[in-house]
């Protein structure tokens, strides 16, 4: 599957040891913008902690085909999407993304979150996708929705988000209503 180009401008590549500078300077320039939404941040605060999440992933690619790619529009490396989990004894994985404001509200993650299910279903026979989304995110709750995920619930304090917990709407494709069209 990778990389991948989903259209002329958008190309989703694993990252690579090779990614972590220019990785860690888009964390970097979104810092305060992710923050609102990630809890990662205060432990990514230099080229080598960066670093060691690409490897950290690499690894989960290995053991079990748990993938973390760089999405690139154009040149640029603008986002980050993968499996945050993979299940392979249930047959289901919870897919994890963010992107650069800049590049926000051009259908970038749509196409990316797309090609993940695809790939999902189709080479790694998944059988279930979850992403959870933070309730007040809309923008990102409205990518499952046009990808015709089911909203299943609401995760109560689910992630401890520096100073607070945050809820998440767990969204859910499964296999066959993917195939429906559902």
């Given amino acids: ?27 970097d320039r979104n810092r305060d913008d992710l923050r609102r939404r990630l809890p990662w941040l205060d432990n990514n605060t230099s080229e080598e902690d960066t670093l060691a999440f690409i490897n950290s992933a690499l690894r989960g690619f290995a053991d079990n085909g748990a993938f973390t790619c760089g ?11 993968g499996f945050n989990t993979l299940d392979r004894a249930n047959h289901s994985a919870r897919v994890g993304y963010w992107l650069d404001a800049q590049h926000r509200g ?6 990316c979150c797309r090609a993940l299910v695809d790939h999902a279903f189709s080479e790694l026979d998944l059988h279930r996708i ?3 989304v933070a309730t007040d995110n809309h923008a990102s709750q409205a990518i499952p929705d046009r990808l015709g995920f089911t909203k299943e619930g609401i995760e109560r304090e689910a992630e401890w988000l520096y100073d607070r917990f945050v809820d998440f709407t ?13």
């Fill in 71 to 81: 999405i690139w529009h154009n040149a640029d490396l603008c986002g980050v999407i």
């Fill in 130 to 132: 979850v992403i959870a």
């Fill in 106 to 111: 051009k259908g970038i993650m749509t196409a």
């Fill in 1 to 27: 599957m990778l990389p991948h180009r989903l259209t002329p401008d958008i190309t989703l590549r694993i990252l690579q040891p090779h990614h972590a500078p220019e990785l860690f300077k888009l964390v």
């Fill in 170 to 182: 767990i969204n859910v494709l499964l296999r066959p209503d993917a195939q429906a069209g559902r």
